[in-house]
């Protein structure tokens, strides 16, 4: 009995001390292969410490037919709006060699915006943007995404 219960309390100790204390807010949805243009993320944060970075977390896989995505963010509440168009090239030469013999899925964390201060309940929503060369028009389903999501840390950088 000595023995479970010593197993109990060390794997309780261990799931308290894998938190990560500068995520105060994470959310993401299953976009089923493809995000829709007009069904965009969206996060009602409520959050006490600041500065905060807010980021979009896109899951991709080797249907995704770009090598960059177009971000549309904004920002708001009755003190603050921030609208903005975000351009994010994805990087894969870090792990060139790793990437074309074994992972197909491919997850990337965009900055939508850094040090930011808040102080009462704010709504943020991301759309992408995302069009053809030869096209005015933007895509209505944009293929390969798996997942999108809204993450909110604590800044490591001081205002």
């Given amino acids: 009995m000595r023995g479970f219960s010593f197993i109990l309390i060390t794997f309780f100790v261990l799931i308290l001390s894998c938190k990560d204390e500068d995520t105060l807010y994470s959310s993401h949805i299953e976009t089923k292969g493809a995000w829709l243009k007009n069904e965009p993320i969206k996060a ?14 896109l899951k991709l896989n080797e249907d995704y037919p770009f090598s960059n995505i177009y971000l549309l963010s904004n920002i708001s509440n009755p003190d603050l709006k921030i609208t903005d168009t975000i351009s994010f090239k994805f990087d894969y030469s870090k792990n060139k060699s790793l990437l074309s013999r074994q992972m197909r899925i ?32 933007p895509v209505m389903k944009l293929e390969g995404i798996l997942d999108v999501g809204i993450l909110v840390n604590k800044s490591n950088e001081e205002i």
């Fill in 44 to 57: 009602s944060l409520e959050i006490n410490e600041s500065p905060i970075d807010i980021y979009l977390i």
């Fill in 106 to 137: 491919k997850t990337f964390r965009i900055p939508i915006h850094k040090n930011m201060n808040l102080n009462e309940r704010t709504s943020v929503e991301i759309s992408h943007a995302v069009r053809f060369i030869d096209s005015t028009r």
